[in-house]
């Protein structure tokens, strides 16, 4: 189920929180694990197994980890290991298993015949790396263990966070699992938040999605302008895509008494790829700092090592985003960009106007999406070159017709997307925060994007969830 | 009431999901969408075999059910339509809003287009050889090449001057009529050829065809005033329905009847196990209709027949077509006695078998442009 669906926003929610609000308190984890695998469930029912399996696992894990972990070290790091092997595996043979035979049968001679895989489940990507904080958090003692299984599936199948992220580490959440206190206050706030994040999906995302589709199937040639507005288009909509279903996330937390960390910073409004990296998807970067690359040896072992362990670091955080080569060298590129920044480009960078960095950060970062783009599903890297070099081909067609009119058709919602990438709008809500007349706003603000979005989900224009697939 | 105030956007959120979704379940449930032709999904029965179906059978008819019946659909649909439009989308759903009322299908993909001239010509080919029969092929160019100053300022290419020239090039055993000359001419003479609402071409547009493909087919047409005119108002068409814009005025559709075949002129359409027979080629049942069109031989069917005891002929036509011949073959029944009319989308027979097997005289294959180039099953023309 995905948040931006009549089925979700109309039957789902105004159950659920009813429920919720209707049960008291000590059966609510019960009762948000049990709408959790609902939710989950939906759509793909046999993965709900999986869940408890995760659940179970982890769980046991994390237990045995805690009774092992003075007495028996040994024992605790193996249950430790056991752990990270089997999410590891899950993940691994559910996403990767395709990827991985493809590759072994470029060795000459060799043909593995590749099995009917199964599709992959939705979110595995995110509860699995949520899991694996646990089990290590309780092995560094850095979290409680959780003595109750149930509000542990809590934990792991939270339905707002479950199949786009954030990706919430078990500490962050440990106390709020157990002593949550929802508040009308955060309710309201949650609300607020949860319709700047269906905005965000609905009335940017899907709109810059149907612009983008619609330009790579124009049968014209549309210009090198006509190829950067297309990828502009994208790049707004993978950010409002995945930051809205964040930012839903965030707001249903708060609906329910959770409070979840930040996961976008305005990323688009950075003036270099490193501090792109500080406010993109940032509970993901921090997941990768805390679990890989420190562990590593981060910066302490020296330079070569440190350079070795940051492009350990942006493999892995490629191959995260999929199954398929463009998103490794998707990685490495930032993984690379990120190198050259630390060794020789930042000093230099900080002497230039801002206008420069940003012109520098966002040129890099829009290059990074026709990476991300063009995976083997959609040509790969063929279709990449050739898009790229329709992006420079500054002697041919500026910007065909069909572009134009896209354009022009969409002008209003890229002008949207280019004032909702800065943090202006919140400036200004911030200066009219203490007036009277704030809670009004905020209203009128909430029912138009209700009403919007409504009309846009019923006329069904376009609602696929890019991030579904990672 | 202080508080209160703080906690609105709350109130607002939630007494907003709880309306639709107790409207949801309390309002009746509509069976069928006028605006989009077609039933609308009603509540799904469980079970755990339609549950867990590899089809997710169960989940998919729920979320049609919710979709479909979801309170003011249409109202929510024409008020993104033209809340679209407001902001400069002259297409949100695939239909320009032109001048003066025009609701144009944006240009067609051409993906089928060369396959589909290809097997029309290779069908040629073949009945020629074998049959001697002769085939001629006319294809309808898009309304919005031919209304090209009723489209709105930004739209996209429409390609009929690029696609026409190779289509005269691949057809060398099949003759082929252009209709480009004929309808422009026809509209730039003030005739509306083709429907405002709808994607076909008007009685005028369909009288400008036919009297072009006579210098092919050897037939002398006839004049407009042969013709008894009786228009009829309210026709909301296919674009009008995609579109869902609002505030859009209807069409009035003309049938254009030749009094000297009354009595003359029986239709038999086989549809499956289904025969209707009529002595008329126009089904005025459809006029209580908001889609008019199947006022022409009662819509689409898979094999329809056309007799004239009146014709200036007692040649035998097949017409292979899609719905943009319905309004044309009238005009066509008062040269040929009998005329047998096939669709291939339900058709699957070989027609060369039926050439020979009913003795057909004279081939017509009549599409449209943008149905042409979506349609996958010319293929079964052989």
Not at chain 1, 390 to 408: C, E, H, P, R
Request: charged share 20%.
């Amino acid at each position: 189920m995905v948040f931006s669906s009549l089925l979700f926003l109309f039957v789902y929610l105004p159950i659920v929180l009813a429920a919720y609000y209707i049960c008291p308190r000590k059966w609510r984890n019960l009762l948000l694990f049990v709408v959790n695998l609902v939710f989950y469930g939906w759509g793909e029912p046999i993965y709900v197994i999986l869940m408890v399996i995760s659940t179970i696992v982890d769980y046991t894990c994390g237990y045995f980890i805690d009774k092992n972990r003075e007495k028996n070290p040994k024992k605790a790091k193996g249950f430790l290991i056991a752990s990270m092997v089997i999410n590891l595996s899950m993940l691994g043979f559910f996403k990767y298993s395709g990827m991985i035979l493809k590759t072994i049968n470029l060795i000459p001679g060799v043909d593995i015949p590749l099995p009917q895989l199964p599709d992959l489940p939705i979110g595995i990507s995110f509860y699995t790396f949520q899991t694996m904080s646990y089990s290590i958090d309780v092995y560094r003692r850095e979290a409680p263990v959780q003595k109750n299984v149930i509000t542990f599936g809590t934990y792991v199948s939270l339905f707002p966070q479950l199949i786009a992220g954030p990706i919430v580490r078990y500490k962050d959440v440990a106390y709020q699992l157990d002593h949550r206190r929802e508040t009308l206050d955060d309710f309201t706030k949650g609300v607020c938040i949860f319709c700047v994040g269906l905005a965000k999906k609905v009335l940017i995302a899907n709109q810059m999605g149907a612009m983008w589709d619609a330009m790579q199937n124009t049968g014209q040639d549309n210009g090198w302008l006509g190829s950067w507005i297309g990828i502009i288009a994208y790049s707004f909509q993978i950010y409002f895509d995945f930051s809205g279903y964040s930012d839903m996330a965030c707001g249903l937390g708060n609906m329910l008494g959770f409070e979840f960390l930040k996961n976008f910073n305005y990323p688009y409004i950075s003036k270099s790829i490193t501090e792109f990296w500080r406010r993109w998807h940032i509970s993901l970067g921090t997941w990768f700092r805390e679990y890989v690359y420190i562990p590593l040896g981060g910066n302490r072992k020296g330079f070569a090592r440190q350079i070795v362990n940051l492009l350990v670091v942006w493999f892995l955080t490629g191959l995260w985003h999929g199954a398929s080569y463009n998103f490794i060298l998707w990685g490495l590129y930032f993984g690379l960009l990120l190198v050259i920044e630390k060794l020789v480009l930042k000093k230099w960078l900080e002497k230039c106007p801002a206008a420069i960095q940003h012109i520098y950060a966002l040129f890099f970062i829009v290059i990074g999406w026709v990476i991300f783009y063009f995976s083997d599903d959609v040509g790969g890297m063929s279709a990449m070159g050739a898009f790229l070099g329709s992006m420079f081909n500054f002697g041919g067609v500026v910007i065909g017709n069909n572009a134009l009119t896209l354009l022009m058709s969409y002008l209003p919602f890229l002008i949207l997307a280019c004032v909702a990438s800065t943090p202006l709008g919140v400036k200004l809500y911030e200066k009219v925060k203490a007036h009277a007349s704030a809670p009004f706003l905020q209203t009128v603000y909430c029912a138009v994007v209700l009403f919007l979005s409504t009309s846009f989900l019923v006329s069904g224009s376009y609602n696929p969830f890019i991030y579904f697939r990672f | 009431m202080k508080k209160v105030y703080r906690r609105l956007p709350a109130i607002v959120f939630v007494g907003f999901i709880a309306v639709m979704l107790v409207l949801l379940i309390v309002m009746p449930k509509k069976d069928f969408s006028v605006n989009e032709k077609r039933n609308l999904q009603q509540a799904p029965a469980f079970s755990f075999a339609s549950f867990f179906s590899k089809e997710k059978t169960f989940e998919n008819q729920f979320e049609n059910f919710i979709s479909d019946q979801t309170p003011g659909r249409d109202f929510w649909v024409g008020f993104n339509s033209s809340f679209c439009k407001i902001l400069g989308n002259t297409a949100p759903k695939g239909v320009y809003y032109g001048k003066d009322g025009y609701l144009i299908n944006d240009p067609t993909e051409t993906k089928q287009l060369s396959r589909n001239i290809g097997f029309m010509e290779e069908f040629a080919v073949d009945v020629k050889d074998k049959l001697n029969v002769p085939v001629t092929v006319a294809i309808a160019p898009s309304t919005g090449y031919v209304c090209a100053d009723k489209l709105p300022d930004f739209h996209y290419t429409y390609l009929d001057d690029d696609l026409f020239p190779t289509f005269a090039d691949t057809f060398k055993t099949a003759r082929f009529v252009d209709l480009r000359d004929c309808l422009k001419t026809a509209y730039a003479g003030g005739k509306q050829v083709f429907y405002r609402t709808d994607h076909h071409w008007t009685e005028d547009g369909a009288y400008a065809a036919y009297s072009e493909l006579g210098k092919t087919l050897g037939y002398t047409p006839n004049p407009e005033t042969a013709y008894e005119k009786t228009s009829y108002p309210g026709f909301y068409g296919t674009t009008y329905s995609t579109s869902g814009f609002w505030g859009v005025a209807p069409d009035d559709i003309e049938v254009w009847d030749n009094k000297a075949n009354d009595g003359a002129v029986s239709t038999t359409i086989t549809d499956g196990d289904k025969v209707i027979e009529q002595d008329d080629m126009f089904f005025y049942s459809h006029l209580d209709e908001n889609d008019k069109y199947p006022v022409y031989l009662d819509g689409n069917h898979p094999y329809t027949v056309i007799k004239n005891t009146k014709a200036d002929s007692d040649k035998k036509l097949l017409v292979i077509k899609d719905s943009f011949a319905h309004s044309l073959t009238p005009f066509l029944a008062d040269h040929y006695s009998e005329i047998i009319m096939v669709d291939l989308r339900y058709y699957a027979n070989p027609c060369s078998e039926l050439i020979q097997n009913e003795n057909i005289d004279e081939v017509l294959i009549l599409y449209s442009l943008d149905n042409l180039a979506t349609d996958d099953h010319v293929g079964r023309i052989g």
